[in-house]
């Protein structure tokens, strides 16, 4: 008779002490009568809140719950990678810790893995809820990174999924210092399933994501996955340069059948300006490029541990 199979489910936590007891709960009512081994193993983002504390507490009650806590904030993709790196399960879930990602789901997750999926990744329906902002910078976000990326990533996706253990251990493979997990998951390919859902209301809490965040996390996918802005400051380059040629040309005409020059101090700044902008767009996008290989050569860790009970509970 063969073992019963074993689902880790890894929820990264930043700031999330008023969500942690209903998460736990609603766990394990969710996932105890599937009649699976399970665990739950909360990585504590360097919560400057309750969130660790509680975790302990109820860690030393409750033989299905672990936790990761890390020595800072390395940041959310990074606290998910120290999920996977210590799951043991043979069916690995992972979803936020807010309850926006509802746990109802996981039956759902969990059967589409038993019919032969080994990713099973989730779509967010809109929330017409959602300020417009967000909706309208999320829609554009997976347009460009589509756009310009040698990968597809559906709109709506996020790390709400599912994935058979063959396909987490090939994360351990990876040595990238910036990981962007959503992509990586289309770049790994293997037979995969999507399910739409409804996003809940956040429990407790307000939004970690900024607008400062976002826009971090979207030059991250976009540079992770794509060379092409390269190519874009190259066409850049040569576009402006062709009409500046034109300009000249139009500009050594005009002056000879009309006798005169065409002068003016906003014209000239105008120029000086507009190029001097578009060099420094051309070399920050090289330069975001070399300071990744910069970071990379260095070879640090994504994620340093402070202390777990991964290690002490059989």
Request: proline residues 4%; aromatic residues 14%; glycine residues 6%.
């Amino acid at each position: 008779m063969s073992e019963p199979k074993k689902i880790s489910i890894v929820i990264p936590s930043f700031n999330e002490e008023g969500n942690i007891l209903i998460m736990v709960e609603t766990l394990h009512k969710v996932i105890k009568p599937l009649n699976f081994e399970y665990e739950l193993i909360f990585v504590d983002d360097g919560s400057k809140d309750a969130t660790i504390s509680i975790l302990k507490e109820l860690a030393a009650t409750d033989e299905n719950l672990y936790y990761i806590e890390l020595s800072r904030n390395f940041g959310h993709q990074n606290a998910l990678m120290a999920g996977l790196d210590k799951a043991t399960g043979d069916a690995i879930i992972t979803m936020d810790g807010d309850l926006q990602h509802p746990p109802e789901l996981i039956p759902s997750l969990i059967q589409k893995w038993e019919e032969g999926y080994e990713v099973v990744y989730t779509r967010r329906l809109e929330n017409k809820n959602l300020p417009a902002f967000k909706k309208i910078t999320s829609k554009y976000f997976y347009r460009f990174i589509n756009y310009i990326s040698e990968i597809e990533i559906e709109p709506g996706t996020a790390d709400f999924r599912l994935m058979d253990k063959k396909v987490a251990k090939v994360f351990f493979t990876f040595t990238e210092n910036e990981l962007f997990i959503r992509g990586l998951i289309n770049w790994v390919g293997f037979k995969q399933f999507a399910i739409d859902y409804k996003p809940s209301d956040r429990f407790s809490g307000s939004s970690k994501y900024t607008v400062k965040k976002m826009l971090q996390f979207a030059l991250k996918g976009i540079t992770s996955f794509s060379i092409r802005p390269l190519y874009l400051s190259i066409f850049l380059g040569i576009s402006i340069s062709f009409f500046a040629t034109i300009f000249y040309l139009i500009y050594v005409f005009y002056s000879i059948y009309f006798g005169h020059v065409i002068s003016g101090w906003s014209s000239v700044i105008f120029t000086v300006v507009f190029f001097g902008g578009l060099n420094l767009i051309v070399l920050g996008i090289i330069g975001v490029y070399v300071g990744k290989l910069f970071m990379q050569s260095k070879n640090r860790p994504n994620y340093i541990i402070s202390e777990t009970n991964l290690n002490s509970k059989v």
